[in-house]
């Protein structure tokens, strides 16, 4: 078995659905970062069989949880202080994201007019489902790119 | 100052300012000749970027009866879109001449983002295949005024339920009432969407699904018909199958209750059949003088000017 070493000071996203991380690392902007990040596919999990995980050295405020509750909420994020778990935090679906994502509606309005935010609204959490503010056109974030 | 106010989607009024809407409409229809003059001095501006004559024409009719006077253009080559120019920017622009705006595009959300930079009332008169809220006021008024009331009928909704913003727009909107059962008649291609149907289960909604027209008619309170485009159809086969069941003639109307209402968004083409026009249960022409009675209704609620009528006594609620 692979090991790979704690962290002092930063944050690990665990229960990553299996073959996501890589994405979710782009998608969060990590890959913009200077600082040290594992990434570990296909963990041993009991619940799922397999997940994805990602430990990150930098501080929790440069995460939007927003977007990581959009793509995933079911992601567990662990606050690291001093190599210990000083915090576990669980994600919420938002009740609006702005230009996280844009709408590919091609009838939209978005498709048009420049300067518009592109904005979501929770439309149905049990389904995950947003929708677009203009044309509600539905998205779901495990389904969509960012 | 009260809040400036614009109508989007049917829900952007709750079910009691649609109540004082329709009385306001009735009084409208009651007394045309009293509101002549409530709009004096003010400008509407149709700003339509795709042609629809019916649509802005009850718009202009509406301010005009009511004593108002209008601008506008009736499509986007002769706007200053075609040179390029934001919704953004021309609602702005429109707002220095007018106090209130009916905007179509062929966007879906424009007139919400018009309404996000607008200094007056902006109408949303239909954006893309999303939302025409007009329309469906139009069919509600119809309703209230023939059926008497908007609870407890059976609503059959016919043709093309799977494209048709009117059908979806009115569901949404009946939904809100006690007792509405809905049957929905279309071929499968052209069935309501299932996130329709999964909202009335949701909500305990008594709802049918059927193929013929023929199958549900003597059921009806209500018949709500659209036209089934032969475009829609997977194939030319099914649309020569199917494209009889959806035409209401004499011999259909035969076995349907002698006081059932037929509504119609209208154009027509040959989903209903013209023998049908004399028939007493006809209400889709009606259903025009309805539109024009809700879009004046809805006018002067956007300007604020029923309240201060009231006041002067020319209201009679």
Same mark, same amino acid.
């Given at each position: 078995?692979?090991?790979?070493?704690?962290?002092?000071?930063?944050?690990?996203?665990?229960?990553?659905?299996?073959?996501?991380?890589?994405?979710?690392?782009?998608?969060?902007?990590?890959?913009? /970062?200077?600082?040290?990040?594992?990434? #570990?596919?296909?963990?041993?999990?009991?619940?799922?069989?397999?997940?994805?995980?990602?430990?990150?050295?930098?501080?929790?405020?440069?995460?939007?949880?927003?977007?990581?509750?959009?793509?995933?909420?079911?992601?567990?994020?662990?606050?690291?202080?001093?190599?210990?778990?000083?915090? !576990?935090?669980?994600?919420?679906?938002? +009740?609006?994201?702005r230009n996280i994502i844009h709408c590919h509606n091609p009838r939209c309005i978005t498709s048009i007019e420049q300067g518009l935010p592109h904005i979501f609204y929770l439309a149905d959490e049990n389904k995950e489902i947003y929708r677009c503010r203009y044309c509600d056109e539905k998205y779901r974030g495990r389904d969509g790119e960012l | 100052m009260k809040e400036l106010r614009?109508?989007?989607?049917?829900?952007?009024?709750?079910?009691?300012?649609?109540?004082?809407?329709?009385?306001?409409?009735?009084?409208? +229809?009651?007394?045309?000749?009293?509101?002549?003059?409530?709009?004096?001095?003010?400008?509407?501006?149709?700003? @339509?970027?795709?042609?629809?004559?019916?649509?802005?024409?009850?718009?202009?009719?509406?301010?005009?009866?009511?004593?108002?006077?209008? #601008?506008? @253009?009736?499509?986007?080559?002769?706007?200053?879109?075609?040179?390029?120019?934001?919704?953004?920017?021309?609602?702005?622009?429109?707002?220095? @001449?007018?106090?209130?705006?009916?905007?179509?595009? =062929?966007?879906?959300?424009?007139?919400?983002?018009?309404?996000?930079?607008?200094?007056? =009332?902006?109408?949303?008169?239909?954006?893309?295949?999303?939302?025409? =809220?007009?329309?469906?006021?139009?069919?509600?008024?119809?309703?209230?005024?023939?059926?008497?009331? $908007?609870?407890?009928?059976?609503?059959?909704?016919?043709?093309?339920?799977?494209?048709?913003?009117?059908?979806?727009? /009115?569901?949404?909107?009946?939904?809100?009432?006690?007792?509405?059962?809905?049957?929905?008649?279309?071929?499968?291609?052209?069935?309501?969407?299932?996130?329709?149907?999964?909202?009335?289960?949701?909500?305990?909604?008594?709802?049918?699904?059927?193929?013929?027209?023929?199958?549900?008619? =003597?059921?009806?309170?209500?018949? &709500?018909?659209?036209?089934?485009?032969?475009?829609?159809?997977?194939?030319?086969?099914?649309?020569?199958?199917?494209?009889? @069941? &959806?035409?209401?003639?004499?011999? !259909?109307?035969?076995?349907?209750?002698?006081?059932?209402?037929?509504?119609?968004?209208?154009?027509?083409?040959?989903?209903?059949?013209?023998?049908?026009?004399?028939?007493?249960?006809?209400?889709?022409?009606?259903?025009?003088?309805?539109?024009?009675?809700?879009?004046?209704?809805?006018?002067?609620? $956007?300007?604020?000017?029923?309240?201060d009528h009231m006041n002067h006594g020319l209201l009679r609620w």
């Amino acid at each position: 078995m692979l090991n790979v070493g704690k962290i002092e000071e930063g944050f690990v996203l665990d229960h990553i659905q299996a073959g996501k991380s890589l994405s979710i690392y782009h998608q969060l902007g990590l890959d913009k /970062l200077d600082n040290t990040v594992a990434i #570990i596919k296909n963990a041993r999990s009991g619940k799922s069989g397999k997940k994805d995980i990602l430990k990150v050295e930098c501080d929790i405020d440069t995460l939007n949880l927003d977007v990581l509750a959009f793509i995933d909420h079911n992601i567990t994020v662990n606050v690291i202080r001093d190599g210990e778990i000083i915090e !576990k935090r669980h994600l919420v679906l938002p +009740e609006e994201i702005r230009n996280i994502i844009h709408c590919h509606n091609p009838r939209c309005i978005t498709s048009i007019e420049q300067g518009l935010p592109h904005i979501f609204y929770l439309a149905d959490e049990n389904k995950e489902i947003y929708r677009c503010r203009y044309c509600d056109e539905k998205y779901r974030g495990r389904d969509g790119e960012l | 100052m009260k809040e400036l106010r614009h109508l989007m989607t049917p829900l952007d009024f709750s079910v009691e300012e649609l109540e004082r809407l329709f009385d306001q409409a009735g009084e409208i +229809e009651r007394h045309l000749p009293d509101f002549a003059h409530m709009c004096d001095g003010r400008i509407l501006a149709t700003c @339509f970027y795709e042609p629809s004559t019916r649509t802005r024409l009850s718009f202009e009719t509406a301010m005009l009866r009511l004593g108002g006077k209008i #601008i506008g @253009f009736a499509d986007a080559s002769s706007s200053s879109a075609s040179k390029g120019e934001s919704v953004s920017d021309t609602i702005r622009v429109i707002s220095c @001449f007018a106090d209130i705006c009916a905007m179509r595009h =062929p966007k879906e959300g424009a007139a919400m983002v018009a309404a996000g930079r607008s200094e007056i =009332p902006v109408i949303n008169a239909g954006d893309g295949g999303h939302e025409h =809220p007009t329309q469906t006021l139009t069919d509600l008024l119809t309703i209230r005024s023939l059926y008497g009331k $908007l609870s407890d009928f059976t609503i059959g909704l016919c043709g093309d339920l799977k494209f048709g913003r009117t059908v979806h727009s /009115l569901i949404h909107a009946l939904i809100r009432y006690q007792g509405v059962k809905f049957i929905f008649i279309s071929p499968p291609e052209l069935r309501v969407p299932d996130y329709i149907t999964e909202l009335l289960a949701e909500k305990g909604i008594s709802y049918e699904e059927v193929i013929r027209l023929d199958d549900c008619l =003597p059921d009806l309170d209500l018949l &709500y018909m659209t036209r089934v485009q032969r475009e829609r159809f997977f194939n030319e086969e099914d649309y020569v199958r199917l494209k009889d @069941f &959806y035409i209401l003639d004499k011999d !259909k109307l035969s076995r349907a209750k002698q006081d059932m209402h037929i509504l119609h968004p209208l154009p027509r083409v040959n989903e209903i059949a013209v023998d049908v026009d004399d028939d007493p249960r006809a209400a889709y022409f009606p259903q025009v003088q309805y539109g024009l009675f809700v879009r004046m209704a809805l006018i002067m609620t $956007l300007l604020d000017m029923t309240d201060d009528h009231m006041n002067h006594g020319l209201l009679r609620w």
